[in-house]
């Protein structure tokens, strides 16, 4: 526990701290473009069949004169479910008698028509260029694109999987920075991909990169603040992702063609490699790890950028081996995942957590991966959840605070599944209701995101804390991948996957109960700290039993 000491030293909120969250954060914002972009970039726009009539000027020509383009179209497609034209589907012949008014819906419904064996056309009204329309994601192909999220969204669970493990034996700032260049490699190389699979390819290498931005991104503000302001650091981290959202709409807004918006959100990141040799190592981590030398030049660095030179002259490596002194003589665990489960004290942490994770990734990739279906307007739809998700995270600082971690994970994900269960109660003819409990259902995820990010931060130890937390970014990709399929589910019974969507994240929020409460608890350095905070908790809940048994005698 030393290690906050020598952090209020040389400064646990100053300067230094400042500049490093927004040198952390900023890049957040453009990682979310890449995480909500195929809203976008695989929009699916209007189409119909190719017809020689309507797209072929030689068979224009032998067409009558008088008759129009509507006119054609009528002749050339057959009408759809919805009464529009078909899809995927065209006359084998035109149907020169549907002109006729007198035609009856027997007289042309039972006309001969085939799939579009020549290709489609698109409306390319509200985006020049998609990757649906590139590559024809339609008809019978439609299940390409849901699968291009699913194996974006396992990207990011194996690169949790490798990155986790990874941070905690080679550390924070090595693998964030050569994760900001896999992105920008990936994502640029994306843009000029010549196939689909080979478009999931590289989708896929840019998601496993994502995966060790958000971890490190995280933890490098955990271990570098103070246990009274790390709230604050995460809600900033969280707010990133809001305005991320609000980011995206505007660039896709601006920006129609998929390629080009591919780009315009990958290159940043080759700025953000540049810059990110400046940010600091962990000095939490390498002192814990026994790599004094550069622990010192650290937190010496630290303190002159906080304007407490004088103290970081002070510090030698006689100093810090005595103020980490119990932290190194503790043999440390290596850091893997049967040391999460079945290490004393960090079991139970270990199990109810992932369920927590699990429930946020499965309610939010499940409602907001597909933006289309909840509007038409998907560029405002964007911003609105990033506008009303930017308060619902400033007042889960403001609450966590007062109420502290366990209640406020508990009661942000049970509000999340009783909104979204409401909606399972609520007719379909009440649009506005059903809409304001939708949003305030997202309102909780994000709230939950904050206290499950913070939480997870301070329950583990430094040794096993960038595992503990790949460990839960794998459960919330697993639950994205799955959140999306769940939809399918509605072909049995529409309220089916909103009663889905609701009961994973009140059974989590219940079971987040069982985990202890961390608020203003310096963070743990190593296994024995965390048995050492169990310990006095055991002690102080004996020795308040105790003075109430005698106060009652």
């Known amino acids: 526990m030393a290690f906050s000491e020598l952090l209020d030293q040389v400064g646990s909120l100053g300067r230094f701290q400042v500049l490093q969250t927004v040198a952390l954060v900023v890049p957040i914002m453009w990682l979310t473009t890449h995480s909500m972009l195929e809203n976008f970039s695989a929009a699916v726009p209007s189409h119909r069949c190719w017809v020689p009539l309507l797209d072929n000027s030689t068979a224009q020509a032998s067409a009558p004169g008088t008759l129009g383009p509507e006119a054609l179209l009528a002749v050339s497609i057959p009408l759809g479910p919805d009464h529009k034209p078909h899809q995927c589907r065209r006359f084998r012949h035109p149907q020169w008698q549907l002109l006729d008014p ?160 591919q780009l315009a959100v990958s290159v940043p990141f080759f700025l953000c490699f540049v810059y990110s040799w400046w940010l600091a190592e962990s000095a939490r981590w390498l002192l814990v790890t026994g790599r004094l030398e550069r622990g010192l030049q650290e937190l010496q660095r630290v303190a002159a950028i906080n304007g407490k030179r004088a103290v970081g002259d002070t510090l030698t490596t006689e100093v810090l081996l005595s103020a980490m002194q119990e932290e190194l003589s503790v043999k440390q665990a290596p850091a893997s995942l049967g040391t999460l489960f079945y290490t004393p004290g960090l079991g139970l942490r270990t199990c109810v957590s992932i369920p927590c994770w699990f429930a946020f990734g499965f309610t939010f990739f499940g409602l907001a991966l597909d933006l289309q279906a909840l509007g038409s307007n998907i560029f405002l739809l964007l911003v609105l959840f990033g506008a009303f998700d930017i308060p619902a995270k400033i007042g889960t600082l403001l609450l966590l605070s007062r109420l502290g971690r366990r209640p406020m994970q508990a009661s942000s994900l049970v509000l999340t599944g009783l909104c979204i269960l409401a909606n399972t109660l609520v007719p379909l003819e009440m649009g506005s209701l059903r809409a304001a409990l939708a949003l305030l259902g997202l309102c909780g995820v994000g709230a939950a995101f904050i206290c499950i990010t913070i939480y997870t931060g301070e329950l583990f130890p430094t040794v096993l804390r960038m595992t503990a937390v790949g460990l839960g970014q794998m459960s919330a990709r697993a639950g994205g991948i799955l959140g999306p399929l769940v939809r399918l589910l509605g072909v049995h019974s529409p309220s089916l996957p909103l009663l889905m969507y609701g009961a994973v994240p009140v059974l989590s929020g219940l079971a987040a109960l069982l985990l202890p409460e961390t608020q203003n608890l310096p963070l743990p350095d190593t296994i024995q700290d965390v048995q050492n905070q169990a310990v006095k908790k055991a002690t102080h809940g004996t020795q308040e039993r105790s003075v109430l048994k005698s106060t009652q005698f």
């Open 102 to 261: 007198n035609t009856t819906a027997t007289n042309w419904s039972e006309a001969a028509t085939e799939p579009c064996v020549d290709g489609w056309v698109y409306d390319h009204s509200t985006f020049t260029s998609t990757i649906v329309a590139k590559w024809d994601l339609v008809c019978d192909s439609q299940a390409l694109k849901p699968m291009a999220q699913s194996i974006f969204l396992a990207g990011i669970l194996v690169g949790a999987a490798v990155c986790g493990q990874t941070s905690d034996r080679f550390g924070r700032k090595l693998v964030l920075t050569w994760s900001y260049l896999q992105l920008a490699v990936w994502g640029t190389v994306t843009a000029f991909a010549p196939t689909f699979p080979v478009y999931c390819l590289f989708r896929f290498l840019a998601a496993f990169a994502i995966a060790g931005i958000m971890m490190n991104t995280s933890t490098l503000l955990v271990e570098w603040t103070s246990a009274q302001a790390r709230a604050l650091a995460m809600t900033f981290n969280a707010l990133g992702f809001s305005f991320g959202q609000v980011l995206l709409a505007a660039v896709a807004y601006g920006v129609r063609d998929w390629t080009l918006l």
